[in-house]
């Protein structure tokens, strides 16, 4: 499977962007899918997560209430809403993919997801 992410680019802080990530070509993961991000220095971390088959998303606490995870199950897309966007979002966002979700915390871990996106790059200016 090959995931690929798109939409980043360079907004003043306030603004909005809309990621978007697909499947290119195998069998699409049905489980979950989730936004991670590295800003330079730091560790990739987690941003949002949706079950794919209920549609429920996760939001990491720094993003909750500015960012909305959404999927369309026809086009195998997902998407990350991104509003009120802060200088400390700067990151370069990677979509992942799972079909195997374990526990009800499992959507926050690197370790669930076994696809991956090659990255899109946000710049928020303040």
Not at 44 to 53: D, G, H, L, Q, T
Not at 91 to 119: L, P
């Amino acid at each position: 499977v090959q995931l690929q992410a798109s939409g980043g680019g360079l907004v003043q802080a306030g603004g909005a962007l809309r990621l978007s990530c697909g499947a290119s070509e195998g069998s699409f993961p049905s489980a979950a899918m989730g936004w991670f991000r590295q800003a330079p220095g730091k560790e990739r971390e987690f941003v949002a997560a949706i079950n794919w088959s209920s549609g429920s998303p996760y939001y990491a606490d720094s993003v909750k209430g500015r960012f909305t995870i959404s999927r369309d199950n026809a086009k195998n897309t997902m998407y990350l809403q991104m509003n009120s966007l802060k200088p400390d979002d700067t990151a370069v966002y990677y979509c992942a993919a799972t079909s195997f979700i374990r526990y009800s915390d499992s959507y926050y871990y690197t370790s669930t997801y076994a696809y991956w996106g090659q990255g899109t790059l946000v710049t928020v200016s303040s």
